[in-house]
C-alpha cells in the first residue's frame, strides 16, 4: 500500500494561488497515473486533474486553464498550481494513485484550501 501525505492548503483570497504539494512513499511511484481530488463540504469527492508516468495530463472543466498538475519522480511527488482561486474551489484536497484502472483506496488525510476574503 502506498501512503500520500498532502500538504501547502491555506487560507487564499479570490483571485489569489497556492501550489499543494503531495508526497508519496514507494519505490515505484513513477509507474503510477497520480490525481488530484477535491471534496467541498456537502458534497461528493470529485476529481480535479490527473498526470500519468508519461507526463501527459488532464483537467476537470472547472480548473482548466487555472490549475496546473506536475511531477517529480525523483521526489515522490505531485505538485498542483492554483491559480485565480474562487470561492468554489474551497474544499479538502486529496491525491490518490489509478490503480488497475480505478483509483487505488490509499486517501490520505488531504490539506483544507479555502478562499474567502
Known amino acids: 500500500q502506498v501512503q500520500f501525505v498532502e500538504s501547502g492548503g491555506g487560507l487564499v483570497q479570490p483571485g489569489g494561488s497556492l501550489r499543494l504539494s503531495c508526497a508519496a512513499s514507494?519505490?515505484?511511484?513513477?509507474?503510477?497515473?497520480m490525481g488530484w481530488f477535491r471534496q467541498a463540504p456537502g458534497k461528493q469527492r470529485e476529481w480535479v486533474a490527473h498526470?500519468?508516468?508519461?507526463?501527459?495530463?488532464k483537467y476537470a472543466d472547472s480548473v482548466k486553464g487555472r490549475f496546473t498538475i506536475s511531477r517529480d519522480n525523483a521526489k515522490n511527488t505531485i505538485y498542483l498550481q492554483m491559480n485565480r482561486l474562487q470561492r468554489e474551489d474551497t474544499a479538502v484536497y486529496y491525491c490518490?494513485?489509478?490503480?488497475?484502472?480505478?483509483?487505488?483506496?490509499?486517501w490520505g488525510q488531504g490539506t483544507q484550501v479555502t478562499v474567502s476574503s
Open positions: 490518490n494513485r489509478l490503480l488497475r484502472g480505478t483509483w487505488a483506496n490509499d
Open positions: 514507494g519505490s515505484i511511484f513513477n509507474i503510477y497515473t
Open positions: 498526470i500519468t508516468h508519461g507526463f501527459s495530463t
